[in-house]
């Protein structure tokens, strides 16, 4: 079974992100992650469709919000897909799988709100994230 992993660009190469691969794969998924050279290539070619399409290829999708609890214009496009798919969703914030059921999550940035958030969050690490 395989299962996606949206999450904000800024926990790209992440030990928050290598924690959250593990514990899905502990829960016996192959996990599709979007932070892979062939998908950055598709992206430029053919922006947030190419991560819709991945999405709908999956069994599931499992999500990181940024720390202030909110969502990414993207990483909320990407739960809207497997919502409206039927997929199993999960809040993988906590370090732990929550099950969100069928009710999108909020609060969800707009795409002005999410790169502003992604600009302070490279700022703040000196652009290392």
Not at 20 to 48: C, F
Request: aromatic letters at 6%; glycine letters at 8%; a negative charge.
């Amino acid at each position: 079974m395989r299962i996606y992993l949206a999450h904000p660009v800024s926990d790209y190469g992440t030990e928050r992100q290598a924690a959250t691969i593990d514990l899905l794969r502990s829960r016996g998924w192959q996990v599709e992650n979007p932070d892979q050279p062939h998908h950055a290539r598709a992206y430029k070619a053919r922006g947030m469709q190419h991560f819709v399409e991945v999405v709908e290829d999956c069994d599931g999708l499992a999500f990181l919000r940024f720390p202030d609890r909110s969502i990414g214009a993207g990483v909320a496009k990407e739960i809207e897909t497997a919502l409206r798919r039927g997929l199993m969703v999960w809040d993988a914030s906590s370090g732990q799988l929550e099950s969100i059921g069928t009710m999108m999550p909020s609060p969800v940035l707009s795409v002005e709100e999410t790169r502003a958030m992604l600009a302070a969050r490279s700022n703040s690490t000196g652009g290392s994230e």
